[in-house]
């Protein structure tokens, strides 16, 4: 399983993609990715999980979001990329 930090907004977002892209040859079929650590976020932790899905997609995996604060859903249901971001 991969975790988000507890904060992600523009300034980290670079390294932890990298960080997260990088395990997810160590992941089986679906790509779990644990959310509940995060506290601190902009949209830009919705455009690394977007990545992190493409990233995932192209390895022939799914990729699946897990204790998402409830700000981070509403921001995805606003811009309409919920779908893209199941959750566990």
Do not use: N, W
Not at 25 to 39: C, M, Y
Not at 52 to 81: E, F, M, N, W
């Amino acid at each position: 399983m991969l975790s988000l930090p507890v904060q992600l907004t523009h300034d980290q977002a670079k390294s932890c993609l990298a960080h997260l892209c990088a395990g997810v040859e160590g992941e089986g079929a679906s790509v779990v990715v644990d959310a509940k650590a995060l506290e601190r976020f902009d949209s830009s932790a919705l455009a690394v999980l977007l990545e992190l899905r493409r990233v995932s997609l192209r390895a022939g995996k799914s990729l699946v979001v897990q204790g998402s604060p409830k700000h981070l859903t509403d921001l995805a249901t606003l811009y309409g990329i919920e779908g893209l971001l199941p959750q566990a």
